[in-house]
């Protein structure tokens, strides 16, 4: 601890030493740099030659001045270089130019030093300075990045400023207010972009990589309410039931409807991929189920077998079984190869709402609007146990990845279970009106929920607190569903959209519908290298801090280059929603 104590303090010390530097001599430095297109900016620095050119630069700048007072600028302006050559050495060897000081372990560290250094008007514009020099030097690219991270912290203005082919890695820029600023040409590698403000900004040949980002796609297509959601097996296609009658398949990477598939006669209440991904269980509020081929996009089979509305379906893990439940009080298993119907099983007295099969696929829990939820032996179709506790209708029921836990959503509470004992673990609390969905992510630590509250919430299952709160639906959430590799979380909404979210956390969504009108004509990005005076303010409003930041890019101007984050998936088509225009399509119009 002690160690850790002596470091932090000796990075405010190395800052400390420009504290007093002249700052027109950073600007003139830069914009030497650039000229010369420099790639060491130390050992530039440290020649004497250059020196000499970098002083006759600063001293042109001096007018009306004696003989005397021009060597006594001349010395300070020599100590200011040095000072400012001595500091880059420093940092070079530091762990500031290693370490990623927006990560947790390293929090400590930089609360405290953005508090020792955050009144330097001389400081913050040397920090400025280094996020410049990634554009020229390598070998002070996280630097430069740990750099960028402070000054957003400190909410420094960083709106109108020319930022082109700077390089950015292994940082945080949450909230980050980049308004009309110039990025283009600039690297992004293993950033969090999440809540950051693009509105406006010129974005052309940009290489955006691995970026972390809490939004992702909205998918609207649907007429009305989204009433289920699916992943395919290898998360590339997510398969949706909706209140219009519709199925629609849309690509999980572009957020491109990919297919609709018509031919229930009423509301899809359900949908499931079969284990290989090749077929694709369908059910509605009338009394059958459809299978479709994922690959031709055609129905395979209606199985009739019920007498009234199907609420929900569900393949067994080996996917020879698909088990169904209706509103008449039974739930049937079918034989998948030969699409009889094997068993029904009978017990609960009022419509059995959800279902789904343990890992293993020898049990079955259902949840009914009888109050009460039952295991069923998939092989002899007995009643293993009956579970009581909760006062209404259960929407929703779902085994952990380990068999070991189910979580039930209801009018009162979640509830976990002890799938051994069938007594209830914990309660979860939070949600004020009534759970339509619950959902485990792959490694079992988080489960998602979906309510008439019009929020999703994600809840740590070994302390049962709520981790995160999304909102973002404007009405009902009626399906959740996580990804197979856990990264992606997708909702359903009677809202009519679908939301994807990262299945690690998650951030309001707001969807921008205003379109561009001569947006090129209308932007302008400042002329000058440098800007002379930073001015803090605590009260910029546009920055958005606060666990409220949305991502922001009305206006910004996209030409070529890569915008992919962690999960490999193209955040265009994100860019494109909240109101960017993507130059390359504009252009293959003007074209054709």
Known sequence: MQGSFQKKEALAEIFDQVRDVDIKIFGVILEMFRKEKVEDCIGYLSDKGNQRQLETQILQQVENFTQVDIEQILSVVRKDL?????????????????????????????????????????????????????????????????????????????????LENIKIQNTSLVG?????????????????????NLNEVLLMNCEWKNLIIHELNTLNGHSDGVRSVSFSPDGN????????????????????????????????????????????????????????????????????????????????????????????????????KTLLKKRKLVGHTNWVESICFSPDGNTLASGCNDKSIRLWDVKTGQQKVRLDGHI?????????????????????????????????????????????SVCFSPDGNTLASGCNDKSIRLWNVKTGQQKAKLDGHSDYVKSVCFSPDGNTLASGSKDKSIRLWDGKTGQKIKISN???KDILGQFKIPPKLHSNISKISNNINTLLRSQLAIFQAQGALVLKGEFINHQGIDLRPLFKSKGSCLLENQLDCNQK
């Not at 004992?421 to 009534?434: D, F, I, M, S």
């Open 514 to 516: 205003k379109n561009h």
């Open 392 to 436: 209404d209708c259960i929407h929703s029921v779902c085994f952990s990845p380990d068999g070991k836990t189910l979580a039930s959503g209801s009018v009162d509470y979640i509830r976990l279970w002890n799938v051994k004992t069938g007594q209830q673990k914990a309660k979860l609390e939070g949600h004020a009106c009534h759970v339509y």
């Open 237 to 336: 296609i997510l398969a949706s039931g909706s209140f219009d009658k519709s199925i629609r398949l849309w690509d999980v990477k572009t957020g491109q409807q990919k297919a609709k598939l018509d031919g229930h006669s009423g509301i899809v209440q359900s949908v499931c991929f079969s284990p290989d991904g090749n077929t694709l269980a369908s059910s509605n509020c009338g009394n059958n189920i459809q299978l479709w081929n994922v690959s031709t996009k055609k129905k395979i089979v209606k199985l009739n077998g019920h007498f009234k509305g199907v609420f929900s379906v569900y393949f067994s893990p080996d996917g020879n079984t698909l088990a169904s439940s209706s509103e008449d009080q039974s739930i049937c298993l079918w034989d998948v």
């Open 82 to 162: 040095k000072k400012t050559k001595d500091v880059l050495k420093e940092l070079k060897d530091h762990d500031f130019n290693k370490l990623d000081y927006s990560s947790e372990q390293n929090e400590e560290s930089t609360l405290s030093l953005i508090n020792s250094i955050n009144d330097n008007i001389q400081i913050i514009e040397f920090l400025e300075l280094l996020v410049d020099l990634t554009s020229l030097d390598d070998t002070l690219i996280q630097c430069g990045s740990n750099s960028l991270h402070l000054l957003v912290q400190m909410k420094v203005d960083l709106r109108n400023k020319n």
């Open 176 to 196: 980050a207010n980049f308004s009309r600023c110039n990025l283009s040409g600039s690297q992004f590698n293993i950033v969090n972009i999440s809540g950051i």
